[in-house]
């Protein structure tokens, strides 16, 4: 094959400046919501981001990679030509890249996942035609782009009504608050660290069975519990604050509930957003090394890495900016709210990624903070710009596709004459 | 920097805006004693300033009023239905109307109680701004409310504050009907024109007891509802 140098080389840069786009704006929404609500600065949000959205992508990021990059595209039909789908794979990441950057410039409401399932669909259907698509395959994950928010908006609804009825409609909210939290820290624990146990340690090497991961699963989360029930302890309440308004001091102790579902969102969306970045690389670096589209090869660790990395420069050079524009702008999702909105989009997220499921974070997070405002939580939802939220993933895909494929005819003109 | 969808999902809050249009009216309200009081004393020029500083609270209220109704049109998801808001709002709008009317009309008729009755108009008076103080301060428990879903603990003082602005209402229909017995004795020796306004006045300053026991009421069908 030739160009195999290049091909490599552009594939290694268009993903990680995929990364670093998922890291600059995405992540950027999945931490404000712990921003606005004041119960992490900017910076402890970035080092919490950098840490747990790597050790996401790291530890949990497989499966969707695998999707992304033998999932979708049945590679059968290109057999005999494995450099058009080298191509196709880098002309979605281009053209998701290209349509990504044109909605944040313009603020649209756009899923980074949305994008590069369109794109991959896009070239598929005009290197080959409809039968290159695995459409049942796309069927699912479409059908999960309902379910996901559906889903997050349910537990999201669920756990706020438990906090009001285990908590804030007590008698004394404050020591209620002392006591449950730490449970509900637990849970944030216990639900991320099963999932990636189940799903996501194959490719370290660690094969777990499922007692085991249930046992893992428990202890992280009892030492999560623990660790809160310690800050909280030691944290400093002062009653004054309480005589503007009495809740004052219950909000300071889910502050710290706030901060265990940041690292639970930023390790969810690293399992799930990484692989839009590293898995057309991923494909691309197969089919080069191989010559083949047999695409049997591992997943070579040092490209969940490369994702990782790009996240956290991205979200290092923008992110911080982004993170204080929205943050300041959600100040209405207070930590009793919001970690519900959180556990639930977090909890959702890594489900889809443990399954392999390519989906949209920020729309999970929507519906969950919709949930939440069903639970009587939000002072008030902009049920428009809710409407177009979930109305722009049906544009999203079309857009993602036609980006890719004069990406892919570009792409094709250079390198295949 | 392109308006960030996630952050533009959440609504203008609408407590808070509510709680400022309260304010507005309070201070409006609350103006009302210390003009009757100067008024009663002679000193025309002070009621003039205090009439002026009451219509200016009360154009402050309306323009927080209209930035409110003009957010209530959004296409919201609230925690609390938009009819009972918007009745809030409007009884809270008609205190601010009552108290306006009630200080022009004294203010510019010059009007005073007899003597003998100033002491009782006073302190009726001061019983409806207390039951507005009161409503003041549900409508303030709205924060708590909505930090619990308007259940629990904290409904349960609301049900105390709304049982003391029953009491007050009481009382002041009571000092109401007192007021209106004994200037109803001295009608004959009173120009006529001056009794009709004077029951006028009392009525008005009763109003403002009835609207704050109407903002009771709907606050009160939002913790029971």
Redesign the interface.
Known sequence: MEYTLILLILAGVFGLFMAWGIGANDVANAMATSVGAGALTIWQALVVAAVFEFAGAFLAGGQVTATIRKGIIDSSPFVSQPEVLAIGMLAALLGAGIWLLLASWRGWPVSTTHSIVGGLVGFALIAVGAEAVQWDKIGGIVASWVISPLLAGVLAYLLFMSVQVLVLRRSDPLAEAKRYVPFYIFLVGFILSLVTLFKGLKHVGLEVSTSQAYGIATLIGIAAAALGWVVIRNLRLDPSADTEFRFANVEKIFGILMVFTACGMAFAHGSNDVANAIGPVAAVISITQSGTVAQSSPLPIWVLLLGGVGIVLGLAMLGRRVIATVGKRITELTPSRGFAAEIAAASTVVLASGTGIPISTTHTLVGAVLGVGMARGISSLNLRVIGNVFMSWIITIPAGALVSIVSFIILRAIFIH | ???????????????KPLQEHMDAVIACVSLLPELIHSLNQGDGDHASKLHEQVIEHEQHADELKIVLRE?LS???????PRRDLLEILQTQDKMANRARDLAGLVRRRELSFPEDLREDYLRFLRCCVNSAVQAQSSVHEL??L?????????AEIMSRFLGNLDALESEADQLQSELEARVMQKESSLPPVDVMFLYRVLSWTGNLADYSNRIGNSLHLLVTR
């Open positions: 920097m392109p308006v960030n969808y996630l952050s533009g999902i959440f609504g203008p809050s609408l407590l957010h959004y296409s919201l998801l609230l925690p609390i924060d708590e909505f930090e619990t879903g308007f259940r629990g603990q904290v």
